[in-house]
């Protein structure tokens, strides 16, 4: 399973952007489906994801700002960035993870870059 991930750009505070992650290849089941970041200097950090195609969880700094979601026909993974700060500013990750062919599979887009300026 590859993926690829769209939407990253420049603006200022207090602005908005709507990552995309579009999956290609087939597979079974997706048990997880979720953003991450990595700012300069720092550890990747989960976003937000969906397991099992319904529950969401939120890092506390992106809660009431940030929005995943996910288009059941297309496998398509949403992350809608509202009142952006600057300290959002980081390479955006879509992660997969389910199993293809009976075997477990994990999938990382190639990243989008996200800067926010004040």
């Known amino acids: 399973v590859q993926l690829q991930a769209f939407g990253g750009g420049t603006v200022q505070a207090g602005g908005f952007l709507r990552l995309s992650c579009v999956p290609s290849?087939?597979?079974?089941?997706?048990?997880?489906m979720g953003w991450y970041r990595q700012a300069p200097g720092k550890q990747r950090e989960l976003v937000g994801s969906?397991?099992?195609?319904?529950?969401?969880i939120y890092l506390d700094p992106v809660k009431g700002r940030f929005t995943i979601s996910n288009d059941n026909a297309k496998n398509t993974l949403y992350l809608q960035m509202n009142a952006l700060k600057p300290e959002d500013t980081a390479v955006y990750y879509c992660?997969?993870?389910?199993?293809?062919?009976?075997?477990?599979?994990?999938?990382w887009g190639q990243g989008t870059q996200v800067t926010v300026s004040s």
């Open positions: 290849g087939s597979f079974s089941v997706i048990n997880m």
């Open positions: 969906i397991i099992s195609g319904s529950n969401t």
């Open positions: 992660n997969f993870r389910g199993v293809v062919l009976g075997r477990p599979f994990d999938s």
